[in-house]
């Protein structure tokens, strides 16, 4: 938005407006990995096949546990 204003600036006052635009987009950039780093902790777990005889895989996700009977392995 600013850069059309860049013929009426001083170089001084564009560079404070660029410095200014960066910092907000670090603080956002910050929130976001602060955010995401939240969520993959909740959604760590763990699984594990405790002697099932129905083969089921239980996993375990923030402490609620959930029972898997049909699964396959990631393709690589």
Same mark, same amino acid.
Request: charged letters at 30%; glycine letters at 6%; hydrophobic letters at 40%.
């Given at each position: 938005?600013?850069?059309?204003? =860049?013929? &009426? #600036?001083? =170089? &001084?006052? +564009?560079i404070?407006? #660029?410095?200014?635009?960066? +910092?907000?987009?670090?603080?956002r950039?910050?929130?976001?990995?602060?955010?995401?780093?939240? @969520?993959?902790?909740?959604?760590?777990?763990? +699984?594990?096949?405790?002697?099932?005889?129905?083969?089921?895989? @239980?996993?375990?996700v923030?402490?609620?546990?959930?029972?898997?009977?049909?699964?396959?392995? +990631?393709?690589?």
């Amino acid at each position: 938005m600013f850069i059309m204003l =860049w013929g &009426h #600036l001083t =170089w &001084h006052a +564009a560079i404070l407006l #660029l410095q200014a635009e960066i +910092a907000r987009q670090e603080a956002r950039l910050k929130m976001e990995r602060e955010n995401l780093e939240k @969520e993959k902790s909740v959604l760590m777990g763990t +699984a594990s096949n405790q002697d099932n005889q129905d083969g089921a895989l @239980e996993i375990t996700v923030s402490g609620e546990k959930y029972r898997c009977l049909r699964f396959s392995k +990631a393709k690589k």
